[in-house]
């Protein structure tokens, strides 16, 4: 039962457009979600974050949108870049340490 | 501070014999996690421990996984017997409040 899902397993993108990259959820205890990048040989990283009581996060070229009715999130990159090539990571959590990851989408920027 | 640290990177292992996993978590994070990667189902938790206790090891495949804390400075994950369908990667994450950092990995192939 995943209770986080990406549906995308990849997608492209040319450089300098607008990456998005989406996630669902299921658990309606969930108040908490975060993004999380990864590249090759590397354990992913943390990107940003959002609470439930907020619609929209915004961090220089990441902005997280979530859609709490939709149980829905979204994660925008823009300008996309080549060093923005890898996977990305949706995780929420219920208000405590543990966190559920979905199962990631690759991303490739295209100079 | 040199991150969490997982060893070893990589492990080949005949299928029958056992396998551990070796983490040290970053000094001062009282909550370490071991998380599994593949392609079908993202990040998977296994188990993960507050203040060196065993919190939810509710992701543990089976009793053939066993996870350990002896003290705050050192996890291991343990498989025996080992089987094909383990073969993964294998991320230690430790966190604080602030959230969590992962280590780097061991990539675990059973032949």
């Known amino acids: 039962d995943q209770q986080v899902k990406q549906n995308s397993p990849s997608l492209s993108v040319q450089e300098g457009r607008i990456s998005i990259l989406n996630c669902d959820y299921t658990?309606?205890?969930?108040?908490?979600f975060l993004w999380y990048k990864k590249y090759p040989a590397e354990g992913p990283t943390f990107l940003i974050s959002i609470s439930s009581i907020k619609d929209k996060n915004e961090d220089g070229r990441f902005t997280v949108f979530l859609n709490k009715s939709a149980k829905h999130l979204s994660l925008h990159i823009v300008p996309s870049q080549p060093g923005d090539s890898a996977v990305y990571f949706c995780?929420?959590?219920?208000?405590?340490?543990?966190?559920?990851f979905g199962t990631g989408t690759r991303l490739t920027i295209i100079p | 501070d040199a991150g969490v640290i997982q060893s070893p990177r990589h492990e080949v292992t005949e299928m029958g014999q056992e396998v551990t996993l070796r983490c040290k978590p970053i000094?001062?994070?009282?909550?370490l996690f071991w998380y599994r990667q593949t392609m079908m189902r993202g990040l998977e938790l296994l188990i993960y421990?507050?203040?060196?206790?065993?919190?939810?090891d509710s992701g543990m495949p089976e009793d053939r996984f066993s996870a350990k804390m002896p003290n705050a400075s050192f996890s291991t994950l343990k498989i025996q017997p080992s089987e094909p369908r383990d073969s993964a990667v294998y991320f230690c994450?430790?966190?604080?409040?602030?959230?969590?950092?992962f280590g780097s990995g061991t990539r675990l192939t059973v032949v």
């Open positions: 995780a929420a959590s219920p208000g405590n340490e543990k966190l559920t």
């Open positions: 421990f507050n203040n060196n206790v065993p919190i939810d």
């Open positions: 994450a430790s966190s604080s409040r602030v959230g969590y950092t």
């Open positions: 658990n309606s205890m969930f108040d908490y």
């Open positions: 000094s001062g994070h009282n909550s």
